[in-house]
């Protein structure tokens, strides 16, 4: 389908869920109903999981989906939904139907877990929902519903990290909302933060190989992390790679400067916790790329659309305003515009990946279709999946 016809598939957010260790475990699905379709919610939803592949590229991580009305829920529907990887969130006031009670306890049965999204009382037990979510910028769930049920329970909406450990304190088990891009307290002389950005430079200026390996050995643990990378199941060496001559020849010059950007996320965590920001770094990238490849970007244009995913974070992570960072590292005028203003192509399409849920509109102005763009999204989260796991 062209993007100038008009697309009957719908606009699909996707939202990450994090552990208590920071690590993704599920991801919440947000699907927008498209009248012109004449589909619903529930329908829009249903063509979302039959697209091919959806399951595989998500793999490992669950499915939240809202189920507003379990009625609607059929047979016929549990193929394309399967237990094993989905979570049913559905509105706990609805347990108060006896009829919505009875077939939420039919798809307990059938081995799907459900949340309640509210205070779910007495009927949690009656239906088996295992866990509750709530909007926790609001309020938390009573201490009763989340001391009577197992969970998993849900903390939607985080808005930092104060309110974080509010949420972990009373007993929440997974969180998402914008506490992942919380900007880190900066300390200390600032010297990490200058050999941070030293090596930016170079890598935005094609650098030397051996300039770069001389700012990583002045990083130890930027340097454990590449050599964790190489030596990593991703590249299934027969024999370990020890040095960074070895891992920069393994790598090669283009895939170096792109798991280096990365990397820069994951320097500063110690091995309790996993990076809030390295797996959202690693998903604007790749949807960055794939997005540019759709709209016939050159591989030296796909990998300019790789960087300015990567950097989009980079005020985050130094806890440096965004026109400093661009300054200090004499970025392409079409980046610095894309990161600065989200000016011109680059910078449209980093609106789009950084929005909730896309919007039509602004796809038609870019020459995409609701397909395309849901295909970069299952690209990108495939790739931070596998980044995440490897790191």
């Known amino acids: 389908m062209s993007a100038t016809e008009p697309s009957l598939f719908p606009l699909v957010g996707l939202e990450a869920v994090a552990n208590t260790q920071h690590q993704w475990v599920a991801l919440a699905l947000t699907v927008a109903p498209h009248p012109a379709s004449g589909l619903d919610a529930w329908q829009a939803l249903l063509s979302v999981f039959a697209w091919p592949d959806m399951g595989a590229a998500l793999a490992p991580l669950d499915c939240i989906v809202t189920l507003a009305d379990p009625l609607r829920m059929l047979p016929e529907h549990m193929a394309a939904l399967p237990a094993s990887r989905v979570v049913l969130r559905i509105d706990a006031a609805a347990l108060a139907e006896p009829a919505v009670r009875k077939r939420c306890a039919e798809l307990v049965e059938q081995g799907y877990r459900l949340v309640a999204d509210g205070e779910p009382g007495i009927h949690a037990m009656q239906t088996g929902v295992k866990g509750v979510t709530s909007d926790c910028a609001v309020a938390l769930p009573s201490a009763l519903a989340l001391m009577s049920l197992p969970g998993p329970h849900w903390a939607r909406n985080v808005p930092g990290a104060a309110r974080l450990a509010v949420c972990r304190a009373a007993g929440m088990h997974w969180f998402s909302g914008p506490y992942e891009r919380e900007a ?208």
């Open 184 to 391: 880190a307290p900066q300390g200390g002389d600032g010297t990490s933060r200058k050999r941070l950005l030293a090596l930016l430079g170079l890598l935005a200026r094609d650098a030397d190989s051996r300039e770069l390996e001389t700012i990583l050995k002045q990083d130890p643990a930027l340097s454990y992390h590449l050599l964790k990378l190489v030596n990593s199941a991703a590249f299934a060496l027969s024999s370990p790679i020890h040095n960074f001559g070895q891992a920069i020849n393994l790598l090669g010059r283009r895939q170096l400067q792109r798991w280096l950007q990365l990397l820069l996320y994951a320097r500063q965590m110690d091995d309790s916790t996993a990076s809030l920001l390295l797996p959202l770094a690693a998903l604007r990238a790749a949807q960055m790329e794939a997005l540019c490849k759709q709209l016939g970007g050159d591989r030296d244009r796909q990998d300019m659309a790789f960087v300015v995913g990567v950097f989009a974070l980079l005020d985050v992570l130094l806890g440096m305003p965004m026109p400093e960072i661009v300054g200090a590292l004499h970025l392409d005028a079409e980046v610095a515009g894309a990161l600065l203003e989200r000016s011109g192509q680059l910078g449209a399409l980093l609106a789009l990946v950084e929005a909730p849920l896309a919007e039509r509109e602004r796809l038609d102005a870019v020459g995409l279709t609701p397909e395309a763009f849901w295909q970069s999204q299952l690209q990108g989260y495939h790739w931070a999946i596998q980044v995440s796991r490897n790191l």
